[in-house]
Nanobody
Framework: QVQLVESGGGLVQAGGSLRLSCAASGSIFSITLMGWYRQAPGKQRELVATITSSGSTNHADSVKGRFTISRDNAKNTVYLQMNSLKPEDTAVYYC???????????????WGQGTQVAVSS
């Protein structure tokens, strides 16, 4: 079984910073991509940022210049540094990983349970 556990969420004032972490554990052969998504009440889940095993990153336009995704492959951990937070960043943030449990296994998509980020004005 594979688990993704997020941490680092909380309440912060506008303009502040938070750093989210997500650690993948369990039977993992390799992780090809990890990322962060978020979902605000009444809204669709949206991409925040992704990072490949080679370090290639993609950030949503709404967070470019403010958020930075990074990854520690050795620890199967992905981070999201969030600076200059805005009230519209308020959402549940979900960690995502695309991985293989065995060398000959299929790629599988896993999700964490989510961590709440609330930004007050």
């Amino acid at each position: 079984q594979v688990q993704l556990v997020e941490s680092g969420g909380g309440l912060v004032q506008a303009g502040g910073s938070l750093r989210l972490s997500c650690a993948a554990s369990g039977s993992i052969f390799s992780i090809t991509l990890m990322g962060w998504y978020r979902q605000a009440p009444g809204k669709q889940r949206e991409l925040v940022a992704t990072i490949t095993s080679s370090g290639s990153t993609n950030h949503a336009d709404s967070v470019k210049g403010r958020f930075t995704i990074s990854r520690d492959n050795a620890k199967n951990t992905v981070y999201l540094q969030m600076n200059s937070l805005k009230p519209e960043d308020t959402a549940v943030y979900y960690c995502n990983a695309i991985l293989k449990m065995t060398s000959d296994g299929a790629l599988k998509n896993y999700w964490g349970q989510g961590t709440q980020v609330a930004v007050s004005s």
